[in-house]
């Protein structure tokens, strides 16, 4: 399956749902994305699918992206930075406005 398209979303990280994302090195899962807000506290969204075998992807809470299935990792730009995983995982653009975070992409 193809990664979101058309995205426009926006998590509230003054619920609980999303709170995670107010402390660096945290990720949450929304509409098939994974956001992460890193250990220097930019927040990044790639689609959550590993592009090898459609597994969920995680984040390490740093700056990168493994899957848990076969090893593949990817960089904040959702380029692949070790494989087996063929092609990078989808980008999203993302801002912070207060406690509003917009997603789009
Ligand atoms: Fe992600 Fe295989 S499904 S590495």
């Known amino acids: 399956a193809s990664p979101p398209s ?8 003054s619920t609980p749902q999303y ?3 107010q402390t660096n090195g945290n990720y949450v899962y929304a509409n ?5 807000r ?3 506290g930019n927040f990044v969204a790639l689609s959550e699918v590993c592009t090898h075998a459609g597994c969920t992807i995680q ?3 740093v700056s990168q992206f493994p899957c848990p299935c076969h090893g593949s990792i990817f960089d904040e730009n959702g380029n692949v930075v070790q494989g087996p995983a063929p092609s990078a995982v989808k980008k999203y653009s993302i801002s912070l406005s207060g406690n ?5 992409g």
């Open 19 to 21: 709170s995670a994302l």
């Open 38 to 40: 890193d250990s220097h």
């Open 59 to 61: 984040f390490n809470g």
């Open 32 to 36: 098939s994305i994974i956001i992460a």
């Open 100 to 104: 509003k975070l917009t997603v789009t």
């Open 6 to 13: 058309n995205v426009n979303f926006i998590i509230d990280i």
